[in-house]
């Protein structure tokens, strides 16, 4: 006879262990499941992992701007040793999520899901039953209209790298190939960027993205737009690429070719059919409670969902929230999405909360728009920064601030003020009259509204 459970999640990211542990704590019988080692992306093969490297590529670029300036002597990434201490970070999270799911009396199960009936899925040949199901499946590489496809190394693999080649060559100019662009390029390869658009990181502002292409230039990280690649091939030890630049025909060389071309929900492979859950090209299609249209049974959330939540690790853990209170106490929890605040982490990072200047405008605001290069102030000459400006926009009628885009070291900080004053429905004029303790990057806040 089929095992039976009050709840099962497939996905041990952050989209799925929320919802998982708070209904097991509860009593519920709950199983989780994941096809890789548990964990998820962000804290395996994503944020965590990536931010060590850009960690340790910061120290790069701090000491190369103090050149000069009171610092001497060059500093250089050992990647090898590097890679090393990320893994400090990646290996041992597997066996602790597993232990923790037991904690709170989780069944763990390893293997790949996917539906029988409404009710019904099947694991490693085994079937299971269950009340209650939660997609939280995650994302996975785009696939790409490019021959020889399979070339193309993806953020995982690039993150396990034992060795970094020479000579990269990213496709996409999205967040992941623009943060390893500037991780890659720190550590001394030549970098290029190829993206098929007339702009690079296109849900940031316009403005700042184009301020963060001169510090590309000045690290000799190439950003080749308009540019879409048709095909790879490989020769020897490298790879040939070849593009078309607005119907001119390019080529461009490389030990090593990453897909940096955006990610799609990981749900093609899991018969939906069978298991009666519509979905959309974004995701399994829900209604404000996060539950399947089309099966009541099932529920999503995180990158696998099609929901107004962004692919981030704190939206899935949201959503999971969202989810674990409208299966506990019934649906009454609408997915009320509050401000999300992302950043893409370069060197400097740039971050966003709310609107675009645009999307102000396109929405029929009335608007104030602050935009300055703040390269000359205090905060940013002591660390002989170049690359530094923010744009806040705030609605003119009511005071509000609509949205906040912030380029300069802590960017990834600051923008959380922004986020809080904008949950709370503060006005510009509260966050000007603050006192802020000094000097530190948040007290330049009252000259950016
Ligand atoms: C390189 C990279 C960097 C990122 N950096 C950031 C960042 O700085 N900040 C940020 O907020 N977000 C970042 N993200 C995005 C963030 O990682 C995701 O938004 C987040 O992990 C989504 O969580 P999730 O639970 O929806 O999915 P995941 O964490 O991906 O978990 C889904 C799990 O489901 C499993 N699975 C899939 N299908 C099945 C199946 N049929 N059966 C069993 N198991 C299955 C997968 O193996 C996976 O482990 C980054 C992503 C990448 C790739």
Same mark, same amino acid.
């Given at each position: 006879?089929?095992? +039976? ?18 209904? #097991?704590? &509860? ?15 962000? #804290? ?17 670029? !701090? ?5 000069? +300036? ?25 066996? $602790? ?8 009396? =989780? ?16 694991? %490693?040949?085994?079937? @299971?039953?269950? $009340? ?11 696939? @790409? ?64 993205? %184009? =301020? ?7 690290? %000799?990280?190439?950003? +080749? ?11 020897? $030890? ?22 940096? *071309? ?9 018969? @939906? ?57 019934? %649906? +009454? ?5 509050? #401000? ?22 396109? #929405? ?12 000359? !102030? ?9 690359? &530094? *400006? ?34 709370? $429905? ?10 802020? &303790? ?12």
């Amino acid at each position: 006879m089929a095992k +039976h459970f009050d709840l099962i999640v497939i996905g041990t990211g952050s989209g799925g262990s929320t919802a998982a542990g708070k209904c #097991a704590t &509860a009593g519920w019988k709950v199983a989780q499941i994941d096809s890789r080692p548990f964990g998820g992306t962000c #804290a395996r093969r994503g944020c965590d992992p990536k931010k060590v490297l850009v960690g340790a590529a910061e120290l790069i670029d !701090w000491n190369l701007r103090m050149k000069g +300036h009171g610092i001497s002597g060059a500093t250089s990434i050992d990647w090898q040793e590097l890679m090393e201490f990320k893994r400090t970070f990646t290996q041992p999270v597997p066996e $602790n999520r597993e232990k923790g799911m037991e904690r709170v009396g =989780i069944t763990p199960i390893h293997g790949r899901a996917s539906f029988v009936d409404e009710e019904t899925i099947e694991v %490693n040949g085994e079937t @299971l039953k269950a $009340n209650n199901f939660l997609i939280a499946a995650g994302a996975k590489p785009a696939p @790409l209209p490019i021959d020889g496809f399979e070339h193309l190394i993806t953020s995982t693999q690039f993150l396990e790298l034992d060795e970094l080649p020479d000579k990269l060559i990213f496709v996409g100019g999205g967040y992941i190939s623009f943060e390893f662009a500037f991780i890659a390029a720190l550590a001394g390869a030549q970098v290029e960027i190829l993206h098929q658009g007339e702009r690079p990181l296109e849900g940031f502002d316009a403005d700042l993205v %184009n =301020i963060l292409l001169e510090r590309t230039g000045e690290l %000799n990280i190439k950003v +080749h737009l308009n540019t879409e690649v048709k095909s790879v091939t490989k020769d020897g $030890n490298s790879y040939r690429v070849e593009a078309s630049q607005k119907g001119n025909a390019q080529t461009y060389t490389g030990n090593l070719v990453i897909h940096g *071309a955006g990610r799609v929900p990981d749900i093609d492979n899991m018969q @939906l059919k069978e298991g009666n859950v519509e979905r959309t090209k974004e995701g399994i299609k829900v209604n404000e409670y996060l539950q399947s249209i089309s099966n009541p049974n099932v529920y999503a959330a995180g990158d696998a969902v099609d929901s107004n939540g962004l692919p981030l690790t704190p939206v899935a853990g949201f959503e999971s929230h969202v989810v674990a209170s409208n299966l506990l106490d019934g %649906n +009454h929890r609408k997915a009320e999405y509050p #401000a999300q605040p992302t950043a893409v982490f370069t060197i400097p990072p740039l971050a966003m909360v709310g609107l675009t200047e645009q999307q102000a405008r396109d #929405a029929g605001n009335d608007i104030e728009v602050n935009f300055k290069k703040t390269d000359e !102030w205090y905060s940013y000459r002591r660390t002989n920064e170049s690359t &530094a *400006a923010f744009k806040t926009i705030i609605n003119k009628e009511t005071g509000h601030i609509l949205g906040a885009h912030i380029l300069g070291s802590k960017a990834e900080e600051i923008i959380n003020l922004f986020a809080m004053a904008m949950n709370q $429905n503060l006005k510009a004029t509260a966050l000007k009259k603050m006192v802020y &303790a000094y000097p530190s990057h948040a007290s330049d806040i009252p000259y950016m509204v």
